[in-house]
């Protein structure tokens, strides 16, 4: 369950970083 936490966190991470290089995506 630690690891999947983990790459949930990696995951959330990622996702912020693609909402940023996507100006037609708007983080909620």
């Known amino acids: 369950m ?3 936490s983990a790459a949930k966190r ?3 991470i990622q ?3 693609k ?3 996507d ?3 708007v983080l909620s």
């Open 2 to 4: 630690i690891d999947d």
């Open 10 to 12: 990696v995951h959330i």
């Open 15 to 17: 996702g912020e970083w």
């Open 19 to 21: 909402v940023s290089k």
């Open 23 to 25: 100006p037609n995506v």
